[in-house]
């Protein structure tokens, strides 16, 4: 059994995520674990999931990163 703990790390990592998507994330949870962060959501668009990303490895290293963002949205169809 893990112990997981809301913790201010994970508070600035998912305001962080929230502002630099302009809260286009949905059902954002952001947990830290043996210390890891894992963020959890999901997203309409791959562009949205990248600056999710980018705001999450502005704070932590990639090592302590554990990402399990969603892209949701409709595909694209090339004509």
Known sequence: ???IELTPLTERVADQIL?????RIRNLEV???LGR???????????T????????????????LRERIVVVGK???LH
């Open 37 to 47: 962060v894992e963020v959890r959501g999901e997203v309409r668009t791959r562009y």
């Open 19 to 23: 502002r630099s998507t302009h809260g």
């Open 75 to 77: 595909a694209t169809r």
């Open 1 to 3: 059994m893990q112990l």
């Open 49 to 64: 999931k990248q600056l999710a990303l980018e705001a999450a490895l502005n704070m932590l290293t990639g090592d302590r």
């Open 31 to 33: 947990e830290e674990s």
